[in-house]
Nanobody
Framework: VQLQASGGGLVQAGDSLRLSCVASGLNFRNYRMGWFRQAPGKERAFVATISRDGAGKYYSDSVKGRFIASRDNAKRTVTLQMNSLKPEDTAVYYC????????????????WGQGTQVTVSS
């Protein structure tokens, strides 16, 4: 199983970025997908999760209203549209996959991507 995340970069506060994660080696449509992030010196934190069919989405309070998760099962891709970025959004962002029904905890996820760096300057 491989999850390949991309799309990170250096942006200014208020800008937008779109992260993508392409999955291989698993039956993608059978997995709930999640996004997590880890800022320097901090623990990994939940960002967003999206259900197998894409209809169910749940976000952390810190990104609700600014980030949008979506998926394309035919392309085995999950995306995270990040708008109105803030310096506190700076972190390495990881995509992850789980066959669990729920998915707000990192321990619930079986597979992880390598991470993509997002840096937001003020």
């Amino acid at each position: 199983v491989q999850l390949q995340a991309s799309g990170g970069g250096l942006v200014q506060a208020g800008d937008s970025l779109r992260l993508s994660c392409v999955a291989s080696g698993l039956n993608f449509r059978n997995y709930r997908m999640g996004w997590f992030r880890q800022a320097p010196g901090k623990e990994r934190a939940f960002v967003a999760t999206i259900s197998r069919d894409g209809a169910g989405k749940y976000y952390s309070d810190s990104v609700k209203g600014r980030f949008i998760a979506s998926r394309d099962n035919a392309k085995r891709t999950v995306t995270l549209q990040m708008n109105s970025l803030k310096p506190e959004d700076t972190a390495v962002y990881y995509c992850a996959a789980t066959s669990n029904v729920d998915g707000t905890q990192g321990t619930q996820y079986y597979y992880w991507g390598q991470g993509t760096q997002v840096t937001v300057s003020s």
